[in-house]
Nanobody, 123 residues
Framework: VQLQAFGGGLVQAGGSLRLSCAAS????????MGWFRQAPGKEREFVGG????????YVADSVKGRFTISRDNAKNTVYLQMNSLKPEDTAVYYC?????????????????WGQGTQVTVSS
């Protein structure tokens, strides 16, 4: 599977963005999917993950209550809905896939990566 993330941009604090990650290939529905982010000078952070069916989801405490992860297997797409954005959410956001469709919580299993999309939140 190949991944392409898009939907980033510049938004004011308190605003919303929806990131999308489109996957090529016929096996998308078998993969767990995740979103990561990396801000300048900081380590990569696991933002959230979703199981192959969408029945299991996880978001990090830093974004809980503001970000939601979802997927549409018919469209080979995973989404990250980001609400109530804060300046500290500024980062490059990456989507990734894990071949084990149920292991959406294990960061080390995300081995397929897309290019990042920049999200900048102004104060």
């Amino acid at each position: 599977v190949q991944l392409q993330a898009f939907g980033g941009g510049l938004v004011q604090a308190g605003g919303s963005l929806r990131l999308s990650c489109a996957a090529s290939g016929r096996t998308f529905s078998r993969y767990a999917m995740g979103w990561f982010r990396q801000a300048p000078g900081k380590e990569r952070e696991f933002v959230g993950g979703i199981s192959w069916s969408g029945g299991g989801t996880y978001v990090a405490d830093s974004v809980k209550g503001r970000f939601t992860i979802s997927r549409d297997n018919a469209k080979n797409t995973v989404y990250l809905q980001m609400n109530s954005l804060k300046p500290e959410d500024t980062a490059v956001y990456y989507c990734a896939a894990a071949r084990s469709g149920a292991d959406y919580l294990l960061e080390s299993l995300y081995t397929v990566w897309g290019q990042g999309t920049q999200v900048t939140v102004s104060s």
